[in-house]
């Protein structure tokens, strides 16, 4: 949303229903333009279109090491050279086993070691919500470019 806020063209996906509703609600609510479909990430050329810009906020960290190469291919197929996709996800230096899959910065380098270009791995976080066990997870603010 904060995108649409500033005037880029915005879609949005999500695999759920519900999740696409909401954002589409809120949108409305806050007069923005942005769109929002159901779609699966592993199956981003099913768009029909490309993008300057891809924001990955918790994708990453949910596929498994079968599945990556596919993700990969596909943010491919919908960027082009000069691209910028900023990912994050969570980081192996979060403590505990509560939550998705850990990822570690090789683990990231290794995902896009093929046409792209990882430009910066920040330390950040995730807000969880309430009835976690824990509130905030530590994360990866990933910066990568399609070479």
């Known amino acids: ?8 063209e915005v879609l949005g ?23 929002f479909v159901v779609a699966d990430a592993l199956a981003l050329p099913a768009l029909g279109e490309t993008f300057g ?12 090491d079968a599945q990556r190469p596919a993700y990969v291919a596909g943010l491919a197929a919908v960027t082009h050279p000069g691209s910028h ?19 570690s910065r090789e683990e990231l ?14 330390p950040s976080s ?3 919500p309430p009835g976690n066990p824990v509130s905030e997870a530590r994360a990866w603010l990933v910066t990568i470019r399609r070479l």
Do not use: K, N
């Open 53 to 64: 810009v891809v924001i990955d906020s918790g994708a990453f960290h949910v596929f498994d």
């Open 126 to 128: 995730f807000e969880l």
């Open 13 to 35: 996906i999500d695999i759920a229903p519900r999740a696409v509703e909401r954002a589409q609600e809120r949108a409305v609510e806050l007069g923005l333009p942005a769109r």
């Open 109 to 122: 380098h290794d995902a896009f070691s093929g046409g792209w270009g990882v430009e910066a791995i920040e």
């Open 85 to 103: 996709l900023y990912l994050l996800c969570f980081s192996d230096q979060t403590p505990g086993e509560f939550g998705p899959r850990r990822v």
């Open 1 to 8: 949303m904060l995108a649409a806020a500033v005037g880029a």
